[in-house]
């Protein structure tokens, strides 16, 4: 009878613990995660995907980058399936996805605006943050930066050499605009190859970016470099056109102060797996520890406009009021 009951319990043990392994494999996120994300979110995003994967065996974050527009446009115009976009530009999510493709956004960083360049660009020794508008006008020198139609870097390159033009009181300085356009790309990442490659001196870019390829660069003043939110009036005056949804349109651009931004799409695939990403992203040691390690500043708590229709699970990340 004791050996009849000491079998019967290690049955009654092994079943329950593949019942439980079951249940854990139920409810533990599962499969595919297709992100969206701006290009200067390359480095940061492949990083974080990495420690996500491996501490939720079982799944696969599937990256795609490019220009934050053209991201928008992927899902609002391709229709093609997203789970998590996140955007260099937290209005793009605001023009292009709310409401019919997304509820809600919230600010995770910030960037800045500069310049760079390598040890072979012509008058590297010679640029600083005074006359480098003067060095890019240069015909000797060559210079590239993003496509304003598909990236925000591309709209903002052309937002700072505007505001320069104000505060130099010098229209000249916008003849920049119309120079080297054949080394304009769909995103500030591709210029990348044509300055290591010496096909190019300078490029506008991001400030992350280019500590995350170790590249020389000069700062450029707070009043152009779209980074500091007390100037945000002074950047507004700095209007930029863009190519609208349809042939033929347009839509107008004022300047503001860099802030990236995430959503999840109202029709993700994986919506379980997306908030799984989501929580891992925001926890601060986990995926905002490595957006701060790889050159941009959290800037968590922010304050979102769609703050009410954020889950309840991500309202601590942002807030509902300006501070």
Not at 130 to 141: E, G
Not at 179 to 190: A, L, Q, S, T, Y
Not at 191 to 216: C, M, P, R, T, W
Request: charged share 20%; net charge negative.
């Amino acid at each position: 009878m004791t050996r009849q009951f000491a079998l019967l319990l290690l049955i009654f043990l092994f079943f329950s613990c593949k019942n439980t392994d079951k249940t854990n494999q139920s409810t533990a996120p599962q499969g595919d995660l297709i992100i969206f994300h701006a290009g200067s979110l390359s480095v940061p995003f492949k990083l974080i995907a990495k420690e996500f994967e491996k501490e939720n065996p079982g799944t696969k974050v599937l990256l795609e980058a490019a220009g934050s527009v053209a991201c928008a446009r992927k899902i609002t115009d391709l229709k093609k399936e997203c789970d998590i976009m996140a955007s260099a530009d937290i209005e793009v999510i605001d023009r292009f996805l709310i409401p019919n493709f997304a509820e809600w956004n919230i600010s995770f960083a910030s960037n800045e605006m500069i310049i760079a360049f390598t040890d072979k660009s012509r008058l590297s020794n010679e640029i600083n943050s005074t006359n480098w508008y003067k060095i890019l006008s240069n015909p000797k020198v060559i210079y590239g930066r993003a496509d304003p139609n598909a990236d925000p870097c591309g709209y903002r390159s052309v937002m700072t050499t505007k505001l320069t033009a104000m505060i130099e009181e010098n229209s000249e300085i916008l003849k920049l605009l119309e120079k080297d356009n054949n080394f304009i790309r769909p995103k500030e990442v591709d210029l990348l190859g044509l300055l290591e490659a010496n096909a190019i001196d300078y490029i506008f870019i991001y400030k992350s970016v280019a500590i995350q390829h170790q590249l020389k660069f000069i700062s450029l003043g707070d009043s152009i470099n779209l980074s500091n939110p007390e100037l945000e009036n002074w950047y507004a005056q700095s209007v930029v056109e863009i190519s609208g949804s349809k042939p033929g349109d347009f839509v107008q651009l004022k300047g503001s102060t860099m802030l990236y931004g995430i959503t999840q799409l109202k029709n993700a695939p994986n919506p379980l797996l997306a908030k799984a990403f989501l929580e891992f992203f925001f926890n601060s040691e986990n995926g905002m520890r490595i957006i701060q390690e790889q050159g941009q500043e959290n800037i968590i708590p922010t304050f979102s406009n769609t703050y009410k229709q954020i889950p309840d699970y991500l309202k601590k990340f942002a807030t509902d009021f300006k501070q």
